[in-house]
């Protein structure tokens, strides 16, 4: 199946690699702004049992921070997973987009956040984000809360060394989704692929085994690559995957009926 790619040389300063770019079809393009792009790199990524149940993208530049939370305004997406660190490999692989203390809020282009509140989970951090629009894009008075999910002992080529903190990080997710209907999950990393691409087809193939009691992840990486190439990078975090469901099935009695299927 042949997709359109967004042509690199069109958004130079909004991509972090030229090489990491979306379809168009499945862009979730902003609202038309007069004199504001409507391009950002991300994508729809369509998840077990809901169309478009996440949105894969790199983390934010410098120059789309605005962008970023625009986007997460205008599909009222609630729940994020941020799967980088600022710095990695003495390189930036995401720019703050975030006030630091909490309480305190800060402009992004078209949207303030406020850092309600910060509390450290083991291997990952939780923080609640409040959300106001300007009135372009908001209504007066109007406010979200988006809770963000913070992980950044994952490499980028390879694999966190627990896989029982990533179980921990699949099952808060769901949880806090729970809360959200069917608004997509916004999973991000440097390049919004690799590590990305790996937690949404473990997060989409955990729920089809607590459901029907089957995986395929080949499938699932396959289907992913449809909505936003390269996801899941490499040999290592595909073996991962079923590192992550085998310790799932294994660690739970209830489930010792699928370990024949891992």
């Not at 625009?70 to 995401?94: P, Q, T």
């Not at 002992?153 to 903190?165: F, I, K, L, R, Y």
């Not at 690799?194 to 473990?202: N, V």
């Not at 040999?235 to 891992?262: I, M, R, S, T």
């Amino acid at each position: 199946m042949e997709q359109d790619f967004v042509k690199a040389h069109e958004h130079p300063s909004k991509n972090r690699y030229p090489d990491r770019l979306p379809y168009v079809e499945f862009m979730p393009c902003l609202k038309p702004i007069e004199k504001e792009d409507c391009y950002i790199n991300a994508s729809f990524i369509d998840g077990y049992k809901h169309h478009r149940a996440y949105i894969a993208t790199q983390a934010p530049l410098q120059s789309t921070v605005g962008d970023m939370w625009r986007m997460m305004w205008e599909v009222k997406s609630n729940v994020m997973v941020l799967l980088c660190a600022f710095a990695e490999d003495g390189h930036e692989a995401c720019h703050p987009f975030w006030p630091n203390n909490e309480g305190d809020t800060a402009w992004y282009g078209r949207v303030t956040v406020t850092l309600q509140s910060e509390i450290l989970m083991g291997n990952f951090v939780s923080r609640t984000l409040l959300l106001e629009g300007d009135q372009v894009v908001g209504q007066e008075g109007e406010g979200r809360v988006v809770t963000q999910f913070h992980m950044t002992d994952w490499p980028e080529h390879s694999q966190p060394v627990s896989t029982a903190s990533v179980l921990e990080l699949l099952d808060v997710v769901t949880n806090a989704q729970m809360n959200s209907g069917t608004r997509p999950i916004t999973v991000l990393c440097n390049d919004g692929v690799g590590r990305t691409g790996t937690f949404i087809c473990l997060h989409s193939q955990l729920e089809r085994l607590k459901t029907e009691g089957v995986v395929d992840f080949f499938q699932a990486v396959k289907s992913a690559r449809i909505h936003r190439a390269g996801l899941v990078q490499n040999a290592e975090q595909y073996a991962y995957c079923h590192e992550v469901l085998a310790d799932f099935v294994n660690g739970y009695d209830n489930y010792a009926n699928f370990k024949e299927l891992v």
